[in-house]
């Protein structure tokens, strides 16, 4: 009997701790935004994340700035796994965190999900250059072997910033003809992207300027890609 009693008034004890929590009925929390990533851009950023399993949900927020700035992304949920994607414009350059909450129809907000990004801008665009040219020659080669005959201008390369991704080089061919070729790095195995330190412009015309810009992206998960200005270079063999 005593041990009865020594159980039913702890009993009581923990009926009267958890009631001062649910003085104002119970909470319900809609379930929180899965897998947040931020995808930095050019004065946006793009947000992304997956509503696993609550068909309640019908809206979420994302607040940025200590909550001073937010807005409200409209959710249709269906049986699978949703993806949201979610583009903020007109964003200043910077580094933010952002705090997405969804919410469900009689407005309960889940437990908040953080991911800080990037956006670029003005500053970043700055601090790219064109990649530099260290020479550029005329090759005129017979067929040797299993390789073809050659025959155009050889730039050759100085080093190049690792966030470049491409060059353009637009050209004269032979019959007059403009042509753009993408240089892009060489993927290996086991190594990290390297760009070939020669580029060849097959059939250019001899003595002819040719143009270039560089492409840049400031993160691998970038949404935009930044340019060089272009520049005009002039051939004479």
């Known amino acids: 009997m005593l041990c009865l009693l020594c159980v039913l008034t702890a009993c009581e004890k923990m009926k009267n701790t958890y009631s001062e929590y649910l003085?104002?009925?119970?909470?319900?929390?809609?379930?929180?935004a899965d897998s947040l990533q931020a995808f930095p851009g050019n004065e946006r950023i793009g947000l992304q994340w997956l509503i696993i399993s609550d068909p309640k949900i019908v809206?979420?927020?994302?607040?940025?700035?200590?909550?001073?700035?937010s807005t409200v992304v409209p959710i249709t949920k269906t049986t699978?796994?949703?993806?949201v994607n979610?583009?903020?414009?007109?964003?200043?350059?910077?580094?933010?965190?952002?705090?997405v909450c969804t919410y469900d129809h009689s407005g309960n907000r889940s437990i908040g999900n953080q991911v800080i990004g990037e956006v670029?801008?003005?500053?970043?665009?700055?601090?790219?250059?064109?990649?530099?040219i260290q020479s550029v020659r005329w090759v005129d080669l017979p067929a040797?072997?299993?390789?073809?005959?050659?025959?155009?201008?050889?730039?050759?390369?100085?080093?190049?910033?690792?966030?470049?991704?491409?060059?353009?080089?637009?050209y004269e061919k032979e019959d007059g003809t403009l042509v753009t070729l993408k240089e892009e790095p060489v993927h290996s195995p086991g190594r990290p992207p390297l760009f070939r330190e020669t580029t060849r412009?097959?059939?250019?015309?001899?003595?002819?300027?040719?143009?270039y810009r560089t492409a840049f992206v400031p993160d691998p998960l970038a949404i935009d890609t930044f340019y060089t200005e272009v520049i005009r270079y002039d051939v004479g063999f």
């Open 23 to 32: 003085a104002g009925g119970e909470i319900i929390y809609p379930g929180k």
């Open 59 to 69: 809206k979420a927020v994302i607040y940025w700035n200590n909550q001073a700035d």
């Open 80 to 83: 699978q796994v949703d993806t």
């Open 86 to 99: 979610v583009i903020l414009p007109n964003m200043e350059e910077g580094l933010y965190t952002f705090d």
């Open 120 to 132: 670029f801008g003005e500053s970043y665009q700055r601090t790219i250059s064109n990649r530099l």
């Open 144 to 170: 040797q072997g299993s390789a073809p005959a050659f025959k155009g201008a050889e730039i050759s390369w100085y080093g190049v910033n690792a966030q470049a991704i491409y060059i353009d080089i637009t």
């Open 201 to 211: 412009l097959p059939d250019s015309r001899i003595n002819t300027p040719f143009s």
